[in-house]
């Protein structure tokens, strides 16, 4: 090999990344971090743990709070002070729990870092199945139906999930390297997300796409294929909403559809929370970005989200019967033969 | 050097006329020195004696009478002769140009004159070069923080890749900040790049870089000349707040046929010019692309593919219709593509496909139209389309059991302009030289676009997410005069007034400019200047995802236009017989309604919520001290140049109200830029550079969410941090040897000689315990190069 050869190659291989100290002033003051999602008839649980500047050792369990003072309280003035039960968790002695469409307020002391403050409220979640009816379906394989439901919103502010799940005789499992069709000894079922469609224009895909008008899908064959959607309030707002929804569910022999639908409202603060940690995964990774998107945080004085979330389920089968476990005999259900 | 007095005849003024101009010019400036100027009028064009080309920013200087002025963009001149002196005695004049021989004239002019003067190009700068003297006290004009740079010049300086760069070059001057290391952004004294005005024959570009900023679009085989303006605006040029940045494509050579071929490590290119008619009319068509989209193919996976490749187009062709008239048509189109497709190793295997797409396309054409009309006033209406558009299209291919779906993203991002312009100068006498104009735009500007469509078995729809669609107009009128008062002080004395016009929404601004140059010594001036400017348009920059997403917008209710207010103080020294100059210039800028993504936005939000509620206001401030030593037309020739500067942001809504460092911000900048003409074939070049680090804004914290099991930073303080200082040291040596059939040059450079590791960009890295080490990304390390070039 000739030396010029050697030198360019030398040149070529050297590493374009490498470390780089950076100036900067290293004065952090660590804060509190609040994760606590509530919900209506749920008892009250709260993570709490401090925030460490950017270089440190990241061993989260050191850093939880376990001498925190946490008090909760409502409008009224009623108090609620909960208890470290370990790891960081708090919980309310008397087993406490929210009440619906009430704010609260959390405060947290902890010694050597500032209060941290929170609100949210505990929203209510009202869904009622009007009706199912089964249509005709293209496909000998499937069942179609179109399910009607009534959301009752109330006053404010309201962001709303919805998401539609079938039973499925446990028979497939998945393996590495695909799905395998494969038969399960014993029985059982298993609740699998199906696509469904909507009349209602305003549903979305994702909670970034809920605020954007042209986020919506236009297409007949169009639907949520991840059996997720997310809406608003703003066209119903203090209302009820009736939605209709078109699904399909697999026809198995050993159990007709049973269907388990679930809508929950979300605060406001948690909704948002959840929107930027959503934009935060798209632009992190991303070096060309100057400007990072900040996490939203409703803790003043700390960090993380205090919000409210109430989720109402309904599980119905082909007929609009109710199902539960219990009476279903999930069990018992012969394993599919597909 | 030929003087041709006679090759246009002189024309006389009628009495009558003179009387009407001057009566109109005194209610307009009430100057009580006006009516008594008796003057001949000496003027004409510069032209470059081999080609026929026209020479812009030629040096004319009367010496006995210390007058002088210099050619504008289409090599017009109008030289005022005292007609006391004329009709007695020849008059001296001096004619200069850094790259074309000077030389000394003597003229009997009894009348007013129209001529055409032709300069011989310099081929090589020795010691033996006359040297003759340059404009000095008012003479030398009144515009200050000026820099011109010749194509030759540019062509001479070491470069990455040694592809030739015009903004790089620009970046080595003092109060011209780049951007990241290695690109070639352009923030000149603490402004952002959308606020540089460049033109080119004229008319504004949107877009001036390739491959995501790291060259220049400007190929400088069509290129003749660069200027920049940092400060002391004249009132004929607006829209913009923080530069000027004019560059004139050859006009093609009138005499002969020609033609310029280069074959570099980055890109080729090839330039053909000659006439159409000789000395009556004349083409230039210049072409480069680079090749490293096909040189790379090779070496890539199938299944795992880049791509990148740029192409630059620049034609202008022109036509002397007459004595006084001659119309050019120009144009220029360029385009960036970055694309990368991947797809399963083998063919039966799952997996996906994929194929991103993205371009970057730049279209300018403009027909202009000179008129001299009775000698004294030059007329240029120009007329052109700009456009700028980017589109990206992400594709995606899934096959699972022989059923495929298919996923397709576009974005879209466009504006478009249709431009008219007057601009008119006019040197009534010795006292006074006129300039006036009006400009016209309508602009349509698409900021965002954004498609989606599906198809598969499963799920198939569509939707789109368009910003809103804008049609803006821009007006401007705007009237100058460069005044010469008593004492040799000049005055440059200007009024723009602007309005702007979309969806409905109307806003003006009255711009006022002054400069002033007063000369201490026959060596040293002063220079003070102010100007306002209104910029109807902003760009928002980031926020995008994975590639650049530059978005321009227009003004609207509840977004004002951006404004800025400069003002610059500076001296002049002219060291005796050495032609080195020394410059010391100092500036505050006050930036108003400057705007910046709020960090919780996508841009199709503004869809729903409006541009205004996307976007923080705010204001800005910069300052500085530029120091430039510059020697010309010697054997060793270039400049030294120091900036001390700050650059501050101040937004409501953001870092808690306080003011932070923009992030192109280097406190210290300082570079060496030397040429050195070994032989009359051999030239060598060397530049350093130093700016400390830019400001960048960094997490001050980490916290962990239970909900997600994610850890998240917090981030404090807006570009608290800073990167480490860069510097690098370039050469470059250029070899010329005349062929049979024209000449060669062969070129070698070292690109960052001492491989000093600048960061390009910085970014955090998670070890395999989590802890964070931040790692700078350097595009520009050493880099060698060579180029081959021919010229016939």
Redesign the interface.
């Known amino acids: 090999m000739k030396p010029w050869t050697i030198i360019?190659a030398a040149?070529f291989s050297?590493h374009?990344?490498?470390?780089?100290?950076?100036?900067?002033?290293s004065d952090?003051t660590?804060?509190v971090?609040v994760?606590a999602?509530f919900a209506p008839d749920e008892e009250w649980m709260v993570?709490l743990?401090?925030?460490?500047?950017?270089?440190?050792?990241?061993d989260?369990s050191q850093?939880v709070l376990t001498n925190a003072s946490v008090r909760i309280h409502d409008s009224q003035g009623n108090m609620e002070s909960l208890i470290h039960m370990g790891k960081?968790i708090y919980q309310s002695p008397a087993s406490n729990t929210p009440r619906a469409d009430t704010r609260y307020t959390i405060t947290v002391n902890a010694p050597g870092l500032a209060e941290a403050r929170a609100s949210s409220i505990a929203p209510s979640a009202e869904m009622a199945l009007v009706d199912i009816r089964e249509v005709p379906s293209a496909d000998s394989t499937n069942r179609s139906f179109r399910v009607r439901l009534r959301i009752e919103d109330q006053p404010g502010q309201d962001y709303y999930s919805l998401a539609v799940q079938y039973l499925r005789p446990l028979c497939q499992k998945e393996e590495s390297g695909?799905w395998e069709i494969n038969a399960v000894e014993g029985g059982g079922t298993s609740a699998y997300s199906t696509?469904f469609d909507s009349d209602f224009p305003a549903m979305r895909t994702s909670i970034?796409d809920v605020?954007?008008?042209?986020?919506?899908?236009?297409?007949e064959?169009?639907?949520f294929?991840d059996g997720q959607a997310y809406f608003s309030d703003r066209s119903f707002e203090g209302e009820s909403k009736l939605i209709e929804l078109a699904l399909n569910v697999p026809h198995y022999e050993a159990l007709t559809p049973h269907l388990q639908i679930s809508v929950a409202n979300w605060s406001e603060e948690l909704w948002f929370y959840t929107e930027?940690?959503f934009?935060?995964y798209?632009?992190e990774p991303?070096?060309?970005?100057?400007?990072?998107?900040?996490?939203?945080s409703n803790v003043h004085g700390g960090?993380?989200v205090f919000g409210g979330i109430d989720y109402e389920y309904l599980r119905f089968d082909h007929k609009g019967a109710s199902w539960n476990e219990e009476d279903l005999q999930v069990d018992m259900i012969q394993p599919c033969t597909q | 050097m030929a003087a041709n007095p006679g090759s246009f005849a002189s024309v006389g003024y009628p009495q009558f006329m003179r009387h009407i101009w001057k009566f109109s010019l005194l209610l307009l400036l009430i100057h009580p020195e006006f009516a008594a100027a008796q003057s001949f009028s000496v003027s004409g064009y510069v032209e470059d004696a081999a080609s026929g080309e026209r020479i812009p920013r030629v040096n004319l200087y009367l010496i006995d009478q210390r007058a002088g002025t210099s050619t504008n963009d289409f090599g017009y001149f109008n030289l005022n002769v005292p007609g006391t002196v004329s009709r007695h005695t020849d008059i001296k004049v001096s004619v200069t140009h850094v790259a074309y021989v000077s030389q000394l004239l003597e003229w009997s002019v009894q009348s007013d004159t129209t001529l055409v003067l032709l300069l011989q190009p310099r081929i090589a700068v020795l010691d033996s070069v006359i040297v003759t003297p340059e404009l000095a006290g008012m003479q030398a004009g009144t515009q200050m923080s000026r820099h011109t740079l010749s194509a030759a010049q540019i062509e001479a300086m070491p470069a990455i890749l040694g592809e030739a760069d015009v903004i790089k070059a620009l970046q080595f001057l003092p109060g011209v900040q780049p951007g990241k290391e290695g690109f070639s952004g352009i923030h000149v004294r603490g402004g952002r790049a959308d606020q540089n005005l460049i033109l080119l024959d004229g008319l504004p570009l949107y877009n001036p870089t390739h491959v995501l900023g790291l060259f220049s679009v400007f190929n400088p085989s069509a290129l003749k000349q660069v200027e920049m303006l940092k400060g002391g605006f004249p009132a004929r040029y607006g829209g913009r707040l923080s530069s000027i940045i004019r560059l004139t494509m050859k006009e093609g050579n009138l005499k002969h046929f020609g033609g310029e071929g280069k074959l570099g490590f980055l890109t080729s290119r090839l330039m053909l010019e000659g006439p159409i008619v000789r000395d009556r009319a004349s083409w230039i068509i210049s072409a480069r692309r680079t090749f490293l989209d096909q040189a790379t193919r090779w070496f890539q996976p199938k299944e795992n593919r880049y791509g990148v490749y740029f192409y630059d187009l620049n034609f202008k062709a022109n036509y002397i219709i007459s004595r006084k008239d001659r119309i050019y048509l120009s144009g220029y189109m360029g385009q960036d593509t970055y694309s990368h497709r991947t797809r399963p190793k083998r063919k039966n295997l799952l997996g996906d496909e994929t194929h991103m797409r993205v371009n970057w396309r730049n279209r300018l054409v403009s027909l202009r139209w000179n008129r001299l009309v009775r000698d004294r006033m030059f007329i240029n209406l120009t007329a052109g389309i700009v456009g700028y558009d980017v589109t990206s299209r992400y594709t995606s291919r899934e096959t699972v059991f022989e059923e495929t779906e298919t996923y397709l993203s576009s974005w879209e991002s466009s504006i478009l302009d249709y431009t008219v312009r007057l601009d008119a100068e006019y040197k009534p006498g010795l006292r006074h030289y006129f300039r006036f104009g009006a400009e016209a735009t309508s602009r349509l500007l698409l900021p965002s676009s954004t498609n989606d469509a599906v198809t598969g078995p499963e799920n198939s729809g569509s939707r789109s997410r368009p910003s809103s669609r804008f049609e803006m107009e821009e007006y401007a009128l705007y009237a100058e005069d460069e005044i010469y008062l008593p004492w040799e002080i000049a005055m440059n004395l200007g009024l723009r007034f602007s309005s702007g016009q979309n969806e409905g929404h109307r806003t003006r601004a009255v711009e006022p400019r002054i400069s002033l140059n007063m000369p201490l010594s026959s060596r040293m001036d002063a220079k003070v200047s102010y100007a306002f400017m209104q910029q109807y348009i902003h760009r928002l920059t980031g926020s995008g995802g994975s590639l650049s997403r530059d978005i321009w917008i227009p003004f609207m209710p509840g977004l004002d236009p951006q404004k800025g207010s400069q003002i610059a103080a500076g001296l002049a020294y002219r060291f005796p017989g050495q032609q080195i100059r020394i410059t010391l210039e100092g500036y505050y800028k006050h930036l108003g309604d400057q705007i910046e993504y709020r960090p919780d936005v996508l841009p199709y939000h503004a869809a729903v919520r409006g541009w205004p509620s996307v976007v923080e206001r705010g204001q800005g401030k910069a300052y500085g001290v530029e120091i430039l030593l510059r020697r010309q037309q010697r054997r060793l020739r270039g400049w030294i140049g120091y900036t001390w500067s700050r650059s501050r942001r101040l937004y409501d809504g953001l870092n808690g109200g306080e003011a932070y460092p923009d992030g192109y911000e280097r406190k210290h900048d300082f570079s060496i830029v030397s040429q050195y003409q070994l032989t009359e074939y051999t030239l060598l070049s060397a530049s350093w550079i130093y700016s400390s680090g830019y400001p960048i804004w960094l997490p001050a914290g980490r916290y962990f969410d239970y909900n997600y099991g994610e850890d998240w930073f917090e981030y404090g303080s807006i570009n608290r941090a800073r990167v480490p200082a860069a510097h690098r040291l370039d050469l470059t040596a250029q070899f010329t040897k005349e062929i049979k059939w024209g000449k060669r040059t062969f070129s070698l450079g070292l690109f960052n000689v001492y491989n000093r590791r600048n960061p390009s960009f910085v970014y955090p890295k998670r070890d395999y315990y989590g802890v964070i080490r931040w790692q700078r990304l350097s595009l520009v390390q050493l880099i060698p190069d060579f180029s081959y070039a021919i010229r016939f």
């Open positions: 360019v040149v050297w374009c990344s490498v470390p780089v100290e950076l100036e900067f002033e952090y660590p804060k971090v994760n999602e993570q743990s401090r925030s460490v500047a950017y270089a440190d050792s990241i989260w850093y960081g695909g696509r970034p605020n954007d008008p042209s986020g919506a899908w236009s297409s064959a169009f639907g294929i930027y940690l934009l935060n798209i632009f991303n070096i060309f970005e100057d400007t990072p998107k900040v996490i939203y960090l993380g």
